[in-house]
């Protein structure tokens, strides 16, 4: 692998979500696409866009009774996938149920989820009376994503009488679904499964490309596997039971597609953070289909992470290093990640890679997410070098980072930096 992957070199342009985009039709308060074949898709039907009048009429009553749904296809091979994103999603029995290939169901949620959004999912999967559902409740929070409590996942399933044409559902954020998919990958050596995300994070990043797993105490997601699932179900009615907190914390996921590969991205989120920040539909909407199609893309071009995909970790060293040395769960994923992701940018300007005003557009749109741009108390020097030489990035004993390089959007993977720019970040961000 060479010594430096950068953005714009690998197979970034596989995927360019804003120079090739479709066309927006807006009908009412719903927006509809247009796609290059003059077609956009309202609920079931597919409605010609090339409207005259009259049409438009058809189409805008049609809209009054249709969920709008956007699908992006997770391209690999004949174990490609759709994400579908809409509003009430969770309702329609049919996205759901065609993705269920044998009779029987374990759903994984946790104590938080599960009041909310379990009898909804239930309801959805056993319409038809085709499926047979089991339910297993995990505690809620990162300090819990551990392979003791996994082991009630696989208790269930054997309990339950599970087989191998079964089908796990991860009804929660990224760390039931990273929990629920590395069980499934490992119960009876893999059974099929569906995310359906109900946290900003796990909607835009952890949800989509197969990672799965859990903690070790000496390091996060140590514990792991690639595991594909069958789809990805994001009802975004549900972000709106999110404490404010979580729905910041993933925000970060998004700033990071625009800062390593997106600047268009970036620049619409500086002009509409005040509307995700209030929880606006339409903006959510366009914010999670727009991270989702770059992280598609990415991992169509590089499921194991062997090179472009590693950069989807901009920030994540610092931000695994923060999590693990305050304790799992006392910062949210996303609240260590913004602060890292500012620490790579630091560092990245003080190699002469970015200039002045992409870290300062970094720390200014972080902060009005409500986001921590500064390292915690309590993190010292010696306690980052320690975290982060176990990082999963280090090869061959070499800490390898993804760092920002050239214009906004740029970034490279890479262990060819100058220590002493790495020593100037953790001495500024850090106590002694």
């Known amino acids: 692998m060479p010594s430096a992957w950068g953005c714009s070199g690998a197979p970034h342009n596989t995927h360019q979500p804003h120079h090739q985009r479709r066309s927006l039709l807006r009908l009412g308060h719903r927006v509809y696409r247009q796609d290059h074949g003059g077609f956009c898709r309202v609920k079931s039907r597919t409605v010609n866009c090339s409207f005259s009048r009259a049409q438009r009429l058809v189409a805008q009553a049609v809209a009054a009774e249709a969920e709008v749904i956007q699908t992006v296809q997770v391209s690999l091979g004949d174990r490609s996938y759709p994400i579908y994103i809409g509003q009430g999603l969770l309702d329609r029995s049919d996205l759901l149920q065609q993705h269920v290939l044998g009779k029987k169901v374990l759903i994984v949620t946790n ?11 239930i309801k959805a999967l056993s319409s038809g009376g085709r499926h047979e559902i089991q339910v297993v409740t995990l505690p809620d929070g990162e300090q819990f994503k551990s392979l003791e409590v996994l082991q009630q996942v696989w208790d269930k399933a054997l309990q339950s009488r599970l087989d191998r044409n079964s089908t796990f559902v991860a009804l929660g954020g990224g760390v039931i679904g990273d929990m629920c998919g590395f069980a499934a990958s490992a119960y009876q050596r893999g059974v099929h499964f569906i995310q359906v995300p109900t946290t900003v994070m796990a909607t835009v990043d952890s949800s989509v490309g197969g990672k799965t797993g859990v903690n070790h105490p000496l390091g996060k997601n140590m514990i792991g596997a690639f595991y ?33 590969r997106d600047a268009p991205l970036f620049e619409w989120l500086e002009d509409n953070m005040d509307r995700l920040m209030q929880r606006d539909p339409e ?24 090179g472009v995909r590693a950069t989807l970790n901009l920030g994540h ?88 390089k050239g214009p906004l959007g740029s970034c490279v993977f890479t262990a060819d930096f100058d220590a002493q720019a790495l020593d100037q970040t953790l001495t500024s961000f850090c106590q002694a």
């Open 283 to 306: 903006a959510w909407i366009y914010a999670i289909e727009q991270s989702c199609l770059n992280k598609a893309a990415v991992v169509a071009a590089d499921e194991r992470e062997g």
């Open 228 to 260: 594909q699932p069958q789809c990805v179900l994001i009802d975004t009615d549900t972000l709106i039971t999110l404490p404010d907190r979580e729905l910041a914390s993933g925000i970060s996921e998004i700033v990071k597609y625009g800062l390593i």
């Open 111 to 121: 104590e938080t989820v599960a009041p909310l959004y379990l009898d909804r999912c």
């Open 317 to 404: 060293t610092f931000g695994h290093a923060i999590e693990t040395g305050l304790g799992y769960g006392v910062w949210l994923h996303g609240e260590a990640v913004a602060a890292g992701m500012v620490m790579a940018a630091d560092m990245s300007h003080r190699l002469g890679w970015i200039d002045q005003s992409i870290l300062d557009r970094t720390r200014h749109l972080l902060q009005r997410a409500k986001l921590p741009v500064e390292a915690p108390q309590g993190m010292t020097q010696h306690k980052f070098r320690d975290l982060m030489a176990v990082d999963k990035k280090v090869l061959d004993g070499a800490l390898r980072l993804i760092l920002l």
